[in-house]
């Protein structure tokens, strides 16, 4: 089964998939392909793999990417290999924009997709960008609030659409969403 989260740049797609993978054992992430540089914290090969733009369109070119997106200059992807590795071993939990939600959708007909939106108001998505650690700059924080109004109108995609105001309220529920629908 592949979880995936959704929501716009700041709304704790990231904190909450470390927490649910931290409380459910038979939880994984895979890491998405990037042409982005790294940032603090980032573990190549576990957070993200690190790619220049040819090696990404290279990939592409071959039909080894599932999923791309360019967003804030940078491509990101999902792998065709290391997705389709990692779902005979368990639940995979992923973040994924609204488009890569889509063409998952569209294109993984053998495994189970169970799609989470993550909503958060908009003056509240402008303080957390603000304070995050990696620190964007102000052009990076307009350009990721530019994108809200995109985002939010392909909530009709998702499974479940939550409102991240609690961070504890919010990892419980998801929980529960992966325990009932690992059932189905």
């Keep these: 089964m592949l979880v995936i989260l959704s929501g716009v740049a700041g709304a704790g797609k990231d904190t909450i998939k470390k927490e649910i993978i931290k409380r459910m ?7 998405s392909l990037t042409t982005r ?3 603090e914290g980032d573990i190549p090969g576990e957070t993200y793999i690190f790619l220049s ?6 990939k592409i070119r071959n039909d080894e990417i599932y999923e791309y997106d360019i967003h804030h200059n940078n491509y ?11 779902s005979k071993e368990g639940i995979i939990i992923k973040d994924i924009d609204v488009n890569g939600t ?16 993550l ?12 304070n995050r650690v990696d620190k964007p700059s102000e052009g990076e924080i307009i350009l990721r609030l530019n994108r809200f109004d995109y985002e939010e109108s392909r909530i009709n995609l998702y499974d479940y659409v939550l409102k991240n105001d609690n961070l504890e309220k919010t990892v419980n529920i998801i929980e529960e969403i992966i325990k009932q629908e690992s059932k189905n």
């Design 102 to 117: 889509e063409a998952l959708k569209n294109t993984l007909k053998d495994i189970k997709i169970v799609t989470i939106f």
């Design 37 to 39: 540089s790294p940032r």
């Design 25 to 31: 054992e038979n939880v994984k992430s895979i890491p």
């Design 76 to 86: 990101y992807g999902t792998s065709k290999k290391i997705l389709n590795e990692a």
């Design 119 to 130: 909503r958060v108001p908009k003056e509240e998505l402008k303080k957390r960008l603000e």
């Design 53 to 58: 733009r040819e090696e990404f369109e290279e």
